[in-house]
């Protein structure tokens, strides 16, 4: 019974030496494979076989820093701007016409008042108005009725007997269409008949004025072509032409008809064609 147990024994120990060198030798095996390899190591392990590249140890491999993400471009968009539109040009406005009344036209007016040597003035105005169209070259430059007016360039009224009221006169302007023109015409001339022959009332009065008109025209030359240019101015004054006023005035009443000459031509400007 005693060699059986040391037998036993001694079975025991032999398997704990076994165990415990077996478990230190795989302890050193790992210690190894997780060491770093030398360079001596590495350069042997190299030669033993070339085709395996030796891995660097660990702590000498550079740490991997993580590239930035690119943030992605946000590209605008660009808006093309269209072209602008081309505005057309506006059309010209018509521009006016401008017609030349030239001198020599005779311009035929009728008094739109009463003339009366009483209570003119000299460069006193009057209103009169035409009595047919101004035309050039075959165009209406001044309508019939235009409004055109007058200047009293001398006066005279003879209260005393066997005197003669006398009256000139001449036009200064016309109107059309809001614009006035600045017209120059001859000045015609009346007088009235003496106090001492009869007081002149009725139509014909024009032709008694008109025949007195020769001694203003004719102080000079010859006075029976005077007296001719009068007598015709006479009959052009027409009905409702009044020689003798009340004490001895000159009236030329409203409606008279006159034509004077115009002496220095005038630029008209018409409204444009439309």
Do not use: H, W
């Amino acid at each position: 019974m005693a060699s059986s147990k040391l037998l036993t024994l001694a079975l025991l120990f032999t398997a704990t030496s076994f165990f415990s060198s077996c478990s230190k030798k795989n302890t050193d095996d790992v210690n190894d494979t997780d060491a770093p390899l030398t360079e001596e190591t590495q350069q042997e392990q190299a030669k033993e076989n070339p085709t395996e590249v030796a891995k660097p140890s660990p702590d000498k491999q550079k740490p991997q820093t993580s590239k930035p993400k690119p943030v992605p471009v946000v590209k605008e968009e660009v808006k093309k701007q269209q072209p602008a539109a081309k505005k057309e040009p506006k059309p010209e406005p018509p521009k006016p016409v401008i017609m030349t009344v030239d001198a020599g036209k005779d311009f035929n007016i009728s008094l739109s008042e009463d003339l009366d040597t009483k209570s003119l003035q000299v460069d006193q105005s009057f209103k009169a108005a035409l009595t047919s169209p101004i035309i050039v070259n075959g165009k209406e430059v001044l309508p019939k009725n235009a409004t055109v007016t007058g200047k009293v360039v001398a006066v005279q009224n003879e209260k005393k007997m066997g005197g003669r009221s006398k009256l000139e006169v001449t036009l200064s302007q016309v109107y059309l269409d809001g614009a006035s023109y600045n017209l120059k015409t001859n000045t015609i001339p009346f007088q009235g008949k003496s106090q001492t022959g009869k007081t002149a009332r009725n139509t014909g009065a024009g032709a008694a004025v008109g025949a007195g008109i020769g001694a203003a025209v004719g102080k000079k030359g010859d006075k029976g072509k005077a007296a001719g240019i009068g007598a015709a101015i006479g009959a052009a004054l027409g009905a409702g032409a009044t020689a003798i006023g009340e004490k001895g005035s000159l009236v030329l009443e409203q409606g008279t008809t006159m034509t004077f000459n115009l002496e220095r031509s005038v630029n008209i400007e018409l409204p444009p064609v439309k």
